[in-house]
């Protein structure tokens, strides 16, 4: 037996609403991850026609670090909106702890803290939606970091082949 059922609370029912409220949620947040990560691409490709003739590393690594910074705002933005959402139905005392347990579920992370049992789904629901955007963020950075790997790579083997390199 459980301990809400010993005590004789009546068992967890997932609600109607409950449902509604976390397909919603999920959906907004990839909606919101979609936008961030255009907007990241959009950004990296004004980036790289601005600096298309710099052979700087510093260069290639400030987009990068650009980019990381455009995608991690994308899921801050995320989080809030959850828990802007965990504070309109009063799940927290104030607007910190709601984004601090936002914060916390969307990362997998987990919290001391947790939703009143009519919201207990969306526990859940944040972390996959958290997962969904983090997977989604990876394949962006993974194809910004490839693009500028590659663009090193040319750099080295191109600076291999000149004359000049050959003379030293």
Not at 49 to 61: A, D, Y
Not at 88 to 109: Q, R
Request: overall charge positive.
């Amino acid at each position: 037996m459980t301990n809400a059922i010993a005590k004789g609370s009546p068992p967890y029912v997932t609600s109607i609403d409950e449902l509604f409220w976390g397909v919603i949620l999920v959906a907004v947040s990839l909606m919101m991850h979609g936008m961030g990560m255009l907007w990241t691409l959009r950004m990296s490709n004004t980036y790289k026609r601005r600096f298309q003739e710099s052979t700087s590393f510093l260069v290639g690594i400030t987009h990068l670090i650009l980019a990381s910074w455009m995608i991690t705002l994308a899921h801050v933005l995320e989080v809030m909106m959850w828990a802007g959402f965990f504070q309109w139905k009063h799940c927290f005392v104030n607007y910190s702890t709601a984004a601090y347990f936002a914060l916390n579920e969307y990362t997998t992370v987990g919290s001391e803290f947790n939703l009143p049992t009519n919201w207990r789904l969306l526990e859940g629901m944040i972390a996959t939606a958290g997962l969904l955007g983090f997977a989604w963020s990876t394949a962006v950075l993974l194809t910004l970091a490839q693009s500028f790997q590659d663009r090193r790579m040319q750099l080295l083997e191109g600076a291999q082949k000149s004359p000049r390199a050959q003379r030293t």
